[in-house]
């Protein structure tokens, strides 16, 4: 079984890398597939996660990695109209979203709590170990995957 190494991922972003199995001497019988190593918030699934193996011809399994998004700081869009003001405004417009962000904050409206945004993929390097066993052999292929922010 042999994979080639994707492209670094963005959190949020997906790959698919196709594992090629290649049998050896006639070799036929079922084969499972599964999946270790896979980032926090991300997923590893093997399409299909089972196959009959032919005597001759090489088959191929998808392996798919999808990864968490980064949470978008929505509230930064609300500054975005200070810059319109003209300068002499500006400052008083500042303070007064200063001052009803401090008041929201120390519980000053009566509206529920914001929740905290999803948490997404960490970004870093880890190893998607991928399992394919026939119920007596086991081989293993290790795929490397960048994650980045």
Same mark, same amino acid.
């Given at each position: 079984?042999?994979?080639?190494?994707?492209?670094?991922?963005?959190?949020?972003?997906?790959?698919?890398?196709?594992? @090629?199995?290649?049998?050896?001497?006639?070799?036929?019988?079922?084969? @499972?597939?599964?999946?270790?190593?896979?980032?926090?918030?991300?997923?590893?699934?093997?399409?299909?996660?089972?196959?009959?193996?032919?005597?001759?011809?090489? @088959?191929?399994?998808?392996?798919?990695?999808?990864?968490?998004?980064?949470?978008?700081?929505?509230?930064?869009?609300?500054?975005?109209?200070?810059?319109?003001?003209?300068?002499?405004?500006?400052?008083?417009?500042?303070?007064?979203?200063?001052?009803?962000?401090?008041?929201?904050?120390?519980?000053?409206?009566?509206?529920?709590?914001?929740?905290?945004?999803?948490?997404?993929?960490?970004?870093?390097?880890?190893?998607?170990?991928? @399992?394919?066993?026939?119920?007596?052999?086991?081989?293993?292929?290790?795929?490397?995957?960048?994650?980045?922010?």
């Amino acid at each position: 079984m042999s994979a080639p190494v994707p492209p670094p991922l963005r959190a949020g972003q997906s790959a698919t890398v196709t594992l @090629t199995l290649s049998p050896v001497n006639g070799y036929r019988a079922p084969i @499972t597939f599964s999946c270790a190593g896979a980032p926090p918030l991300a997923t590893c699934t093997l399409s299909p996660s089972a196959i009959v193996l032919g005597p001759t011809a090489a @088959t191929t399994v998808a392996l798919l990695l999808a990864t968490a998004p980064q949470p978008f700081a929505a509230w930064l869009l609300l500054l975005l109209p200070a810059f319109a003001i003209p300068k002499r405004r500006r400052l008083a417009c500042m303070a007064l979203l200063a001052l009803a962000a401090v008041s929201l904050s120390c519980g000053g409206s009566p509206s529920p709590a914001i929740p905290p945004p999803a948490p997404s993929t960490p970004a870093g390097s880890y190893q998607l170990t991928v @399992t394919a066993t026939d119920g007596t052999l086991r081989h293993t292929v290790v795929v490397p995957v960048s994650v980045t922010n």
